[in-house]
């Protein structure tokens, strides 16, 4: 596990990637040979390379077939499945939710950082720090029932829209990467999504958007409790860290919640490089790869000194590898759905 | 979560249980009606009851129906899927893993629990409470990969012996329930196991045995930590507890791994009350069962004051809330396969 708890560094730097915003892009739908399961990618190396993956582990008689209990398959959320810039789609909710909530804390008006999260100033109320940040986590996620906390974030997450695109949130995935899921799938893969975002926060979604159950999902988390409340049993969101499953968390959430080693894994962070390293070095087939985001006019263009979703290391490490890198301008034909 | 870790206490009473002995049981195969899915099962309440809820939920236009994604069953294990007496398998485990791992421990030999356990005396093993208790799991169960430690409980299971039965463990699951889970997951259902055991002890036979695979199967852990060893990248299993799947933290598991409520729910003690409670105050059809130890000659026969597997509240709830109580001695033609 990692020393610094990542589901609350990683809201650390929301504002300050204004730089590479969003332009214009180009979602026209563009015609496809019957029948193909990636329409939206190229055809290029990236593309070549995910089709022969899954044709030696799935075809009868390879020798690199792999048994349909064992295709797992990983895959990285913010950055990965949807975009994460300027800020994790998870930050903007907990910015949300303090307003939502500063009715009932009318002391709010006079702390930090919920004053400053209510006068608009995003920055003053992060210079806190890390105990700003967890204060903002736990006022925003924990306090309720386990069952009140889906029903919140179902209401925002059908509403809320990304400040420069006006979409809504789950209309900024990446349509390469659904498709991707899809053919998976079609193959005999079990899809999982492993991200450093809360698990509660993206379970209540996941399936509608990605095709993933909730069992399926390993995030971040805060305890728990089981109480019998009148009568009702309930679990309660206590306002204590459980488990951050980030970096070196991440095989550790995948070993926790899977039990078996992922066959394929796919992230575009340094955050996502331990799961690629522990994906890697099991036997047999293996696939890793990193989406590499490149298209500053489709999406965003951010690598190594992002301020969110950094990819330094696992760039260099996939390079020497021989990882696929995903370069989203030059191998995908459209961004989003 | 429990403030006492149970997967440490339950390895408290092992001995003790020695009046309430298998003598000899009948396991011949009797004739059953051609495609009946439980025919261990005698024409009693209880399957009828089982196979009344699993039409109402599954049969098209049921008011009762409910979608395949929904259809979670999560079984306890120990005196629910397999015996677990006179004391836990993974007891059983622990003593024998002393005994292997003496030879690299030349100091166990002066040093309790591990001298008395060496001696065969489990009784004055265990004079020394929670604490010797502890020592024993962490010495038995962390210090190595997670990988090595798979190996190690496979090559255990696969020789390990009942001292009553002379059957291998994995020959002591219980046949009805073998059938039900395969008659519910024939019917849609997703079955998981929720055990107060250790999740990696479950998991490399559980698919085997049971039909459920390595991510259906919550239960209590110890912490791991990713390391790069030698370029390698391995989980090490750390001698501190992670998470004790027992009582109130069976909820907390089923949320944390399953993230929906599960609509059946089976267990054999009150340190499942809380599942069933759980399961049983989601909307819509439930179902919750308990089985009950009564078949002195077959298993075991015991409930309210045993020092292994007591079933005295969730006795008393169950009745007051109509769940089903199965008999084993009346209800099953068969205990073991």
């Known amino acids: 596990m990692t020393s610094q708890p990542h589901m609350i560094s990683r809201l650390r730097c929301l504002p300050l990637s204004a730089a590479a915003l969003l332009t214009l892009w180009a979602t026209g739908a563009t015609a496809q040979p019957a029948g193909d399961p990636l329409p939206s990618w190229n055809d290029t190396a990236s593309r070549h390379a995910i089709v022969a993956f899954v044709d030696k582990v799935t075809r009868a008689g390879s020798p690199d077939f792999v048994a349909v209990a064992e295709r797992i398959a990983t895959f ?30 009318p002391e709010w008006r006079q702390k930090e950082p919920f004053a400053s999260i209510l006068k608009g100033d995003v920055k ?17 996620h924990a306090g309720t029932t386990t069952e009140e906390f889906e ?12 400040p420069k695109t006006g979409r809504l949130h789950t209309e900024m995935v990446f349509q390469p990467m659904l498709e991707l899921l899809t ?15 809360g698990i509660e926060f993206m379970r209540p979604w996941a399936e509608k958007v990605y095709g993933i159950p909730p069992e399926q999902v390993v995030g ?24 951050v499953d980030d970096k070196a968390g991440k ?30 070095a099991g036997p047999g087939p293996r696939f890793c790869l990193y989406v590499h985001h490149t298209d500053a006019a489709r999406e965003w263009a951010y690598d190594r000194s992002s301020h969110v979703g950094s990819l330094d290391k696992g760039l260099d490490e996939a390079r020497a590898k021989g990882w696929v890198v995903v370069d989203m301008k030059n191998d995908w034909k459209v961004i989003f759905p």
Chains 1, 2 share one sequence.
Do not use: C
Request: no cysteine; hydrophobic share 45%; charged share 20%.
């Open 76 to 105: 990285d959320n913010d950055g990965t499945l949807w975009s994460e810039q300027p800020m994790y789609v998870q930050a903007f909710f907990a910015f949300d939710r303090v307003k939502a909530l500063a009715p009932q804390h």
């Open 124 to 140: 003053a109320a992060l210079a806190g720090g890390e105990r700003a940040l967890a204060d903002i986590i736990m006022a925003t």
């Open 151 to 162: 029903g919140v974030v179902r209401d925002w997450i059908g509403t809320a829209k990304h």
């Open 183 to 197: 053919y998976l799938r079609a193959n005999g893969f079990k899809t999982f999504i492993v991200s450093g975002g």
């Open 220 to 243: 971040s988390s805060i305890k728990t409790r089981f109480e019998v409340r009148d009568g009702t049993p309930v679990l309660l969101r206590l306002p204590e860290l459980n488990f």
């Open 251 to 280: 095989p550790v959430g995948i070993n926790m919640h899977i039990g078996r080693r992922p066959i394929a894994a796919f992230g575009n962070s340094d955050g996502d490089l331990q799961m690629l390293q522990w994906t890697a």
